[in-house]
């Protein structure tokens, strides 16, 4: 376990150690950096398995950290998909730890099933994606500040789409919805911007002001998601955050320019955590606000683009 | 060719309840009540100021002229729609009744756009007899204007001829007046 290996830290990309299961060999040889200057020993053999004990040790007090080669970094996500669910559930590992691997896996794997182009993938992806995440959260809510922490914030559809569900399940746990209405939150707020796979790059991350060809191209992805999903095995209220998460209170928004309650409950809600989450982005056209600023802008909008009383409650939890 | 409303715009675009007394339909005074999924002959009745952009030709599509393949034909006149089929996720919405009364604003070879007293939404398909024509569409957009009046958008998939076959025509007429073959 602890040859030294001509690796350069280039080579290798770190992981964190509660990818790590007892006796279910990883398939991808695991390396050790002791400190910044160390070289890489052999952590764990491809085909090595770690008892329950000495993963402990690991999660209690090792020397450095955990990596793989660039080129196994493909076959670690395949690992952790396949056994993301045991991770996750597994009580003994700290929840910090098993929500911040849930936060990346959920974008990476988001990422995969967007690059596929397959509505039926991308559907059966939230499905599942939303299922994990609700179960772990259920019991131990963990605050907007430290999920915030934990986040990427980039501002790839796949990111966004996972920090905003992760936003709208604590909202929603807040509000005192339902664990299936959660659920079904979770569900539309990953697939809500679906529509936008269909804009080009050059359009979604242009710093310039838009055309107005580009801005009703823009203005169309929530139909364009609608119509993509219709036929998927998805609930009204999940259509609905799809079509309607751009709606404004005041019927200032799009596609429909609804109203008020004519705006589905779900729809409401995620248009708080959609805006305060691209506030709180880097964005190619502006940079990220903080969570105090981002609140102020939304505000400011208060009972005119959002509903009053989810507001109200997003912004207690955004305070904490 | 296609016809065109006999009166002029004018003559659908009425104030409320003389569109209703015009084409035989029943008064409606009230907004009936959205819960019965029956039978709801209203006429859409389109606010003042639309009516008055509409009239004055000031009015502007929410379409740019720019992204349509084919030039629309204004129509202005009531027709009746009918519901051919709703994706099963969406029947939770409101309950639409089977057949409604529409006015149908203008119409192409593609598309057809009309004002509903209800929203619809994308993907539903839709039919709707303007005079001897039934013109088969799919929902593609919805814009509210009041509560009670939607302009909608729709792609026609099919146009049969309620008396003879005269699809052809419409096409024709449709086709000779195009921006952008
Ligand atoms: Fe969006």
Redesign the interface.
Known sequence: MCDVVALTPRELVPISSCVLLPDRPLGIDVYLIKAIDSKPVLFCSRDQTLSEAKLDTVAQRLPGRLYVRCSDADRLQAYIREHWSDILRDDSRPLEDRTRLMCNVMRDVLADAFASRNIQRIAATADFLAAESTRLLQDAPVAIGELSKIMQHDFATFTHSTNVALYSLRLAQELGFSTDEQQCIVRGALLHDVGKLEITENILSKPDRLT??EL?QIRQHP?TG??QL??QA???GE?MIV?QHHERID?SGY?????GE?IHPFARLCAITDVYEALTAHRPYRRALRAKAAMHVLQRKEGVHFDREMLACWKGLVEV | MLERAGGGMSNMISPPGEAAHETGGRQHAEPAARTAATVDDRLVVLPPELRERLEGRGYQSPV?V??RAWARLTVMREARLSMVHT?P?????LPWPPHGRVIVKDLSRSGIGFFFHM?L???QQIQIQLSHYVIQAKV?????HT?DC?ELGAIVTQVRSSKEDRSADYMEGCASSSVRP
């Open positions: 107005q060809e009703r139909t609608l119509e219709v036929d998805l609930t009204f259509l079509y019927g596609p429909v320019g609804s109203v004519e | 740019p720019e992204s994706p996720a969406l029947h939770s919405a929203p939404f994308p993907s593609r957009r919805c814009r509210r509560s939607y």
